[in-house]
């Protein structure tokens, strides 16, 4: 999901602050009565040193849908940008495309229903996150909705708590020349625990929100594991809180975090060294199952 650090990083917990580069999705509820085609991807997107992480999901949320079939982490190894879809064009505006590019790697699928994660044998992940509420997606075709142009119901107290979020992140950012947003942590209150990293973390996004970069090092990511296996040996579910340097207001969020070790220790099951054979097969099984 390399979290904590990047644990406020944007997070698809709230559909824009907390992105997990090299971090894995272990949880995610998708939107409320959706029924994907067996592809939708979360609109956020992390670029790391090692590449460009990307989230997908299949699930069925209507009435008497399965729900949840598998939540995929991928990387598009050494790519140097954002896809289309995250990537601000010259004139400040976006440009989607609904479908796969070539040349991701699988780095993690986690099946919910099954409490059961899935490593294959070059997986980065270090950190899963387990995200809460839905974010904005980019799906390939919605099933719920071939018959739409019907009012949506009015917006939820959860729904309008998420304004309120991006609103408060918008705010507390600094603007850079290039047209992004940028933000410096210096510290993270978890519980009654504080995470203080030796170097402030740095992080910069686009005025959208779906897509981040940061100066997480290795050593960085060491002191985040240290932290959370030593203060929380089971992982942390709850409100983590975000101080920043500019002096904004401190920013929460809810959101679950493991290591590989709090999650096996809380029970998750974790399959190491996955052949690409059964990676591939899992996810063709569990998406025809949509």
């Excluded at 592809?39 to 949320?61: C, P, R």
């Amino acid at each position: 999901m390399k979290l904590l650090t990047k644990l406020l990083i944007f997070s698809v917990a709230m559909g824009g602050l907390f992105a997990l580069g090299g971090c894995g999705l272990l949880r995610y509820p998708g939107q409320p009565g959706v029924a994907t085609n067996g592809y939708s991807k979360i609109d956020l997107e992390d670029l790391e040193a090692d590449g460009l992480y990307v989230y997908e999901i299949s699930y069925d949320n209507r009435a008497e849908g399965k729900g949840i079939g598998a939540i995929v982490t991928k990387l598009y190894p050494n790519a140097q940008t954002y896809t289309s879809n995250v990537r601000t064009n010259a004139d400040g505006t976006l440009y989607r495309v609904k479908g796969q590019y070539d040349g991701a790697e699988v780095q993690m699928i986690s099946i919910p229903a099954l409490n059961q994660i899935l490593l294959p044998p070059n997986s980065k992940i270090t950190f899963f996150i387990e995200q809460y509420v839905s974010s904005d997606e980019v799906d390939d075709r919605n099933l719920a909705e071939e018959k739409l142009f019907k009012p949506t119901e009015t917006i939820t107290r959860a729904g309008w708590d998420l304004r309120m979020f991006r609103w408060s992140l918008l705010r507390a950012a600094k603007l850079l020349p290039s047209g992004n947003l940028a933000y410096e942590i210096t510290s993270l209150d978890m519980a009654e625990h504080k995470f203080t990293p030796s170097t402030a973390i740095l992080i910069e996004t686009n005025f959208f929100q779906n897509g981040i970069r940061t100066n997480l090092t290795p050593a960085l990511r060491a002191e985040a594991v240290q932290f959370l296996e030593t203060k929380f040996p089971t992982g942390y579910q709850g409100t983590v809180k975000i101080n920043l340097k500019q002096g904004a207001p401190p920013i929460s969020v809810k959101i679950g975090i493991h290591s590989l070790k709090t999650a096996e220790a809380a029970g998750v099951k974790v399959i190491k060294n996955v052949s690409e054979d059964v990676i591939q097969e899992t996810l063709n099984r569990l998406r025809s199952q949509q």
